[in-house]
């Protein structure tokens, strides 16, 4: 059985910053490309950053340069840095490996 499991969201002034950490289990994790995804309110859900398996990143441009996404192969575990939060970057984020989503995590800029 599949899990991504997601935590570390939360309420943060503009400004600020956030980590979120995503932990699999049931998957082989070091094979695969996990990325992060988000969802706002009324929006529909759009990638905020990748990384595959050889630590190869993309990012979306609107959280280049503020957004890190890294690998731990040794704890399954994928971490986003958010740093320089804007109250836009409010959403649900999402951990996705292959065709598996986890439950999510709200992030909350206020201006």
């Known amino acids: 059985q599949v899990q991504l499991v997601e935590s570390g969201g939360g309420l943060v002034q503009a400004g600020g910053s956030l980590k979120l950490s995503c932990t699999a289990s049931?998957?082989?994790?070091?094979?695969?490309?996990m990325g992060w995804y988000r969802q706002a309110p009324g929006k529909q859900r759009e990638l905020v950053a990748i990384?595959?398996?050889?630590?190869?990143?993309h990012y979306a441009d609107s959280v280049k340069g503020r957004f890190t996404i890294s690998r731990d192969n040794a704890k399954n575990t994928v971490y986003l840095q958010m740093s320089s939060l804007k109250p836009e970057d409010t959403a649900v984020y999402y951990c996705?490996?292959?065709?598996?989503w986890g439950q999510g995590t709200q992030v909350t800029v206020s201006s």
């Open positions: 049931g998957i082989i994790f070091s094979v695969n490309a």
């Open positions: 996705k490996s292959d065709l598996f």
């Open positions: 990384i595959t398996r050889l630590g190869i990143t």
